[in-house]
């Protein structure tokens, strides 16, 4: 299994002032009453560490933001994705990195049987690219009762199903849900639900830059944290980075380092209750095919998640980005 996972998504609902130098670079959003900035970024799970980032205006679309940071990919990466990233030529031009890839297909896809495979996956091809393809029902219980129930169908370019089982896949699928808590820390944590100040677009370069650089301070802390079922509502720890962060100019000053869990909570609003604790289920599917999964007879603990949204896939032009260096627990896990 690759050393690091790392999520890939992005975030639409940071607002800028309503000036005219805002409108001429990012235009209007009409959902939110502000001009609004896409980031999209490439965090280390367990840390949280961003690795990369890159915004600007939303009309982009999240998978040509994110063709920006894949010159920061490397081949002890298990890249996880959503299915608003679900296109031949992308997962082709991620695969080329030598990066593996662990993420979510659209419900009308549908993808040759090549073979079928003991844990309930199959072989399959999409595109250039070879990949495994299985399905899993998932729910999770809270202990206040709550119930949330989902089906997913996943790919993975780890065809190997002896070295990584479905269920294993599954569990780390589940990490791709700390992005979420990255995004509720800058927006929520940080910002405090406020809008950016800056009327300008040099302005608000600088503002993100400053408020990026800071929530890297932050996590180089290295505070404790516990898997989500929720996006967006994560507590965030405060603190003085360990060392001085920067920007290099490559991407070649990048580390991952493992992370294990063995205890699943549910998170509320942190200002308001403390955590609750809640049981969850994966099922990989037996006999799962393009027409649909058949249930496994036997289930196992794990996390879950829910479904965030898609957003859309035009050309990129006038963006912004950066590499960051990812935090190193391990040293012996870090490249040079």
């Not at 404790?224 to 405060?238: D, M, V």
Request: glycine letters at 8%.
């Amino acid at each position: 299994m690759p050393t690091g996972r790392c999520p890939l998504d992005g975030c639409s609902s940071l607002r800028v002032p309503d000036s005219p130098g805002n409108r001429a670079w990012l235009g209007r959003t009409a959902h939110h009453g502000y001009p609004t900035l896409e980031l999209m970024t490439l965090v280390e799970t367990g840390t949280r560490a961003l690795i990369g980032a890159v915004f600007g205006p939303t009309d982009e679309g999240e998978t040509a933001y994110a063709l920006r940071l894949l010159h920061l990919l490397r081949p002890d990466m298990l890249v996880l994705w959503d299915k608003g990233f679900d296109a031949n030529g992308f997962l082709a031009q991620v695969t080329a990195t030598g990066a593996k890839v662990l993420g979510r297909l659209r419900s009308n896809r549908r993808a040759p049987v090549l073979a079928r495979l003991d844990d309930g996956s199959y072989l399959s091809m999409i595109g250039t690219v070879n990949v495994r393809i299985f399905d899993a029902e998932i729910t999770v219980t809270c202990s206040d009762g709550t119930v949330f129930t989902g089906s997913y169908r996943l790919v993975t370019t780890l065809t190997d199903a002896r070295r990584h089982s479905a269920r294993a896949l599954i569990n780390h699928y589940h990490e791709r849900w700390e992005h979420e808590s990255t995004y509720f820390a800058l927006r929520h944590t940080i910002l405090a639900g406020r809008n950016l100040r800056s009327g300008d677009r040099v302005g608000l370069e600088q503002e993100m830059w400053a408020l990026l650089t800071l929530y890297q301070a932050l996590r180089a802390t290295g505070p404790t944290h516990r898997p989500r079922t929720r996006p967006r509502t994560a507590a965030f720890a405060h603190g003085l980075p360990r060392r001085p962060l920067h920007r290099p100019s490559s991407a070649d000053d990048t580390g991952f380092s493992p992370c294990c869990r063995t205890t699943r909570r549910a998170y509320g609003d942190p200002r308001r209750s403390p955590p609750t604790s809640e049981t969850s289920s994966c099922t990989p599917c037996i006999g799962s095919s393009p027409d649909g999964p058949t249930p496994a007879s036997s289930t196992n603990s794990g996390p879950a998640s829910t479904q965030p949204l898609p957003g859309p896939q035009p050309s990129c032009h006038q963006h912004k980005q950066a590499s960051f260096p990812a935090l190193r627990s391990r040293p012996d896990l870090a490249t040079h």
